[in-house]
């Protein structure tokens, strides 16, 4: 289960393509607590909490250079969004759940949101790495630029991961840490976990 509280609006002038002046927008955000997950590659579990794949190579709601969190609203989600490249062939996956508190939360589910930065569903659905692979600049990267410009610290939206519907969602974070106001922490009571990556290839052998 999840949790959005009462909503605020955030107001800043911001800048948009081939317009010579500054509009000013306000949207609203608010704050998220409940449990998200992620599937992690058995390797990478003793990070649980790093955005640096993310980083390393970018993502639909991040540049290369710019570390996010992505999660899940369900562990199906976050199942079938690490699938992605093994669509009929599964592979084994470390299956993490996080509680989160996290405010300054925009949900791209609101149709109201999307029209106030100039965007559309389509411009979420994009092929962002068919884009990026024919040198063009997806259009959620520029939706990303706008909304941290605004102190956004994540959005929720619905996941594009094949086989995903519109009951499928997602909360990606771009500002987390272990204390308010956006705190994600990893559940692991048992110490489950693997505390380094060499931990990991020890237990394989």
């Known amino acids: 289960r999840h949790g959005q ?37 058995p390797m990478w579990a003793f990070t649980p909490l790093s955005g640096d794949g993310a980083k390393t190579h ?15 609203l369900d562990p199906t989600t976050a199942w079938m969004e690490v699938q992605q490249g093994f669509p009929f062939k599964p592979q084994p996956m470390t299956l ?27 411009d979420l659905a994009c092929a962002w ?22 102190g956004i610290a994540g959005v929720l939206t619905r996941s594009f991961a094949p086989g995903c519907t519109e009951q499928n969602h997602n909360l990606i974070l771009w500002k987390w840490s272990d204390v308010p106001p956006h705190s994600i922490q990893v559940i692991d009571d048992f110490g489950r976990l693997p505390k380094s990556k060499e931990s990991w290839i020890e237990n394989r052998h």
């Open 5 to 41: 509280g009462r909503a605020r609006k955030i107001r800043q002038g911001v800048s948009f393509p081939h317009c010579r002046r500054r509009l000013r927008l306000s949207i609203a955000v608010r704050r998220f607590s409940g449990t998200v997950f992620r599937a992690h590659h």
């Open 129 to 150: 790495e068919d884009l990026i692979s024919q040198k063009h600049e997806p259009p959620t990267w520029q939706l990303t630029d706008q909304l941290q410009s605004f």
């Open 58 to 72: 970018g993502g639909r709601f991040n540049r290369s250079g710019t570390s996010a969190l992505y999660t899940s």
């Open 96 to 122: 993490v759940a996080y509680k989160v508190d996290c405010a300054d939360i925009a949900d791209l589910n609101d149709p109201k949101i999307l029209q106030a930065m100039g965007c559309s569903p389509a």
